[in-house]
């Protein structure tokens, strides 16, 4: 599991990226070129390429997504919501990772592919209660054998859930709630 470290010092145009990776449960590449034009009343389409045997479709994103993505500046000529240089998308992933791993020295050794990890793991608690074929879906994976042939439900609705719930517990994880209750004097005062 990632720690709550990468989180805080995940910062800039990388650091987004990142955390939108982990909010979404999808690919690095996927996340790095998503554009503007996919975005429509908080919802992704994401792109499938020629050869890709599929992907999660159309997401609803959770606000905790939104807001990230709406932090983005909007670059003239870039069409990418984690703009490059140019008219591309963010690169320098090698790079933006080294440096990012410099602020987290005491880190065990990890990739960028563990926050789907991470996303999927999480979605697997019993405090998300997302079932497992829900959690396969919002990933973006096939769907094998007879369900997969004969199951063409969208599952928008059940993804929207399985990512609000996702987003929940990483607000808690990262942003934990004040602790329940008053502080209580324990001291007793004399009374003369």
């Known amino acids: 599991m990632i720690r709550c470290g990468l989180w805080k010092v995940s910062d800039g145009t990388y650091g987004a990226l ?3 990776a982990l909010l979404t449960t999808q690919r690095i590449g996927k996340v790095k070129t998503m554009k503007w034009s996919d975005l429509k009343d908080g919802e992704w389409t994401i792109a499938t390429d020629k050869r890709e045997k599929g992907n999660a479709g159309i997401i609803k ?15 003239a000529g870039n069409p990418y919501v984690f703009a490059g240089r140019g008219n591309g998308p963010f690169n320098a992933l090698s790079q933006r990772k080294r440096e990012l791993d410099k602020k987290l020295p005491d880190m065990r050794p990890w990739v960028v592919h ?4 991470t996303a ?30 004969y199951d063409r439900h969208s599952y928008g609705p059940e993804k929207a859930h399985a990512l609000r719930q996702l987003a929940a517990i990483v607000e808690k994880i990262f942003n934990p709630p004040p602790p329940n209750g008053v502080a209580i004097d324990r001291k007793k005062k004399r009374r003369a």
């Open 18 to 20: 990142l955390k939108v």
């Open 114 to 117: 563990d926050l789907r990890r």
């Open 61 to 75: 994103l959770p606000e905790m997504v939104t807001d990230i993505i709406n932090q983005q500046p909007h670059l």
């Open 120 to 149: 999927r793991s999480v979605l697997s608690k019993a405090e998300a209660g997302v079932p497992p074929h829900i959690a396969e879906r919002v990933l973006g994976h096939i769907i094998r054998g007879v369900e997969g042939i």
